[in-house]
T-cell receptor, first 116, second 114 residues
Framework: GAVVSQHPSWVICKSGTSVKIECRSL??????MFWYRQFPKQSLMLMAT?????????EQGVEKDKFLINHASLTLSTLTVTSAHPEDSSFYIC????????????FGEGSRLTVL | GENVEQHPSTLSVQEGDSAVIKCTYS??????FPWYKQELGKGPQLIID?????GEKKDQRIAVTLNKTAKHFSLHITETQPEDSAVYFC?????????????FGTGTRLLVSP
């Protein structure tokens, strides 16, 4: 079964609104989680590294005020797309490494955001 | 930083044939090379991985080879089946165990025809 769960799996919102996406590790604790963005027929681009109890580390070119990341517990990281615009429409995916699995990354099922 | 290139972008084979996808990486310090399968509308799933201290790894119909000198690694799928149809991504990282900041290849869309 899934070890990393994302919610919602899809969301449609109006321009200017904010949308929160949750990423949960179901049966393990994750001090680190990763957030990716994927455009249609393209690869996964790392947006940021979410760190439990501290600030997220953003990749170059990713606006931290636009994509707010909160890793408040060892099993939950959230990505909030603030003041969303149509160009923010994308597939957002999170992942987390599980200790003892040889460093294997477990990915969530993804969240498809459509901004009208 | 690390750059991962992947070829081909699309691959069509007949059921039962073999499929090979190749990737090259730029950072000689990379030491972990996973392969993911992504079905439409879903997140990637790990199918096999290899570390830099190993040259080849096999799991049933799937195998991965690594050439550290040339900095390339390949995915081999034998006896392909229609359910193998998906997008496959290679990736590379130099993180320690438990911390894998992956750089992904551009993906290969594999179509297996019955």
């Amino acid at each position: 079964g899934a070890v990393v769960s994302q919610h919602p799996s899809w969301v449609i919102c109006k321009s200017g609104t904010s949308v929160k996406i949750e990423c949960r590790s179901l049966d393990f604790q994750a001090t680190t989680m990763f957030w990716y963005r994927q455009f249609p027929k393209q690869s996964l681009m790392l947006m940021a590294t979410s760190n439990e109890g501290s600030k997220a580390t953003y990749e170059q070119g990713v606006e931290k005020d636009k994509f707010l990341i909160n890793h408040a517990s060892l099993t939950l990281s959230t990505l909030t797309v603030t003041s969303a615009h149509p160009e923010d429409s994308s597939f957002y995916i999170c992942s987390a490494p599980r200790q003892g699995s040889g460093g294997e990354l477990f990915f969530g099922e993804g969240s498809r955001l459509t901004v009208l | 930083g690390e750059n991962v290139e992947q070829h081909p972008s699309t691959l069509s084979v007949q059921e039962g044939d073999s499929a090979v996808i190749k990737c090259t990486y730029s950072d000689s310090a990379s030491n972990y090379f996973p392969w993911y399968k992504q079905e439409l509308g879903k997140g990637p799933q790990l199918i096999i991985d290899i570390r830099s201290n190993v040259g080849e790894k096999k799991d049933q119909r799937i195998a991965v080879t690594l050439n550290k000198t040339a900095k390339h690694f390949s995915l081999h799928i034998t006896e392909t089946q229609p359910e193998d149809s998906a997008v496959y991504f290679c990736a590379a990282s130099k993180g320690d165990t438990g911390f894998q900041k992956l750089v992904f290849g551009t993906g290969t869309r594999l179509l297996v025809s019955p």
